[in-house]
């Protein structure tokens, strides 16, 4: 089971740039990585997956070194709005979403 | 295109009761995922459907259990209720299975806003 360890919480400012880190040590061979985002009271929402070096939507970039132990989501310029839970997640062997603690990004202005 | 909707949207029930809540995935998922919330556990799968069959299932008791129907909706029952069931359910649609992929990617699973059980 590829376990991920992301921070706890992160603070940050409207505008500036906000890059989450998610270390997932053992992750097997075919797991791709995705990123969900949950604001209070309501279910997650998907954001980004990847697999290997860079992808980037309208709404993040996901950046994955070579050896894909761990991957970065980076939100730019972000808004108050922005103000949630955002959990990593990497493909468990029986095919289930495994969602850990998550980190809090709290925006201020 | 619409999106997952759950029903009842909030649930008071007392201990020793069963409950039902219901899923309706977008028009064409044919995977449902079902996942329960709480502040001490975070998100926890329950199980996932996929044509009307249990492809995975969590770590919960036998209390705990679902179906689908052919229509891909889908209905998850808990039985005697306990306190500790109070919680968020929630429900997620996706295009497939990921095992269907022959390897692990995850499809991408669209959420509802859940249900509010309290067990009191």
């Known amino acids: 089971l590829a376990k991920t360890t992301q921070p706890i919480s992160m603070d940050s400012y409207e505008g500036q740039e906000v890059n989450i880190t998610c270390s997932h040590n053992?992750?097997?061979?075919?797991?791709?990585i995705t990123w969900y985002q949950q604001f209070p009271s309501q279910g997650p929402r998907f954001i980004i997956q990847?697999?290997?070096t860079k992808v980037t939507n309208e709404v993040a970039s996901l950046f994955i070194p070579a050896d894909r132990k761990s991957s970065t989501l980076s939100l730019p310029r972000v808004s108050l709005s922005d103000t949630a839970v955002y959990y990593c997640l990497v493909g468990d062997s029986d095919y289930k979403l495994s969602f850990g603690a998550g980190t809090t990004v709290t925006v201020r202005a | 295109k619409a999106g997952v909707t759950q029903t009842p949207r909030y649930l008071i029930k007392t201990r020793g009761q069963q409950v039902t809540l219901s899923c309706s995935p977008i028009?064409?998922?044919?995977?449902v995922s079902w996942y329960q919330q709480t502040p001490g556990q975070g998100l926890q799968f329950l199980f996932e459907?996929?044509?009307?069959?249990?492809?995975n299932k969590g770590n919960f008791p036998g209390r705990f259990s679902g179906r689908q129907f052919s229509n891909s909706r889908s209905e998850m029952n808990v039985s005697t209720l306990e306190l500790g069931d109070s919680a968020l359910y929630l429900c997620?649609?996706?295009?497939?299975?990921?095992?269907?992929?022959?390897?692990?990617?995850?499809?991408?699973?669209?959420f509802g806003p859940g249900t509010r059980l309290t067990v009191t």
């Open positions: 997620a649609s996706s295009l497939g299975w990921g095992g269907l992929a022959g390897g692990r990617s995850s499809y991408e699973q669209y």
């Open positions: 028009s064409g998922h044919r995977s």
């Open positions: 053992n992750i097997a061979t075919n797991d791709y």
């Open positions: 459907y996929f044509s009307e069959t249990q492809r």
């Open positions: 990847g697999y290997k």
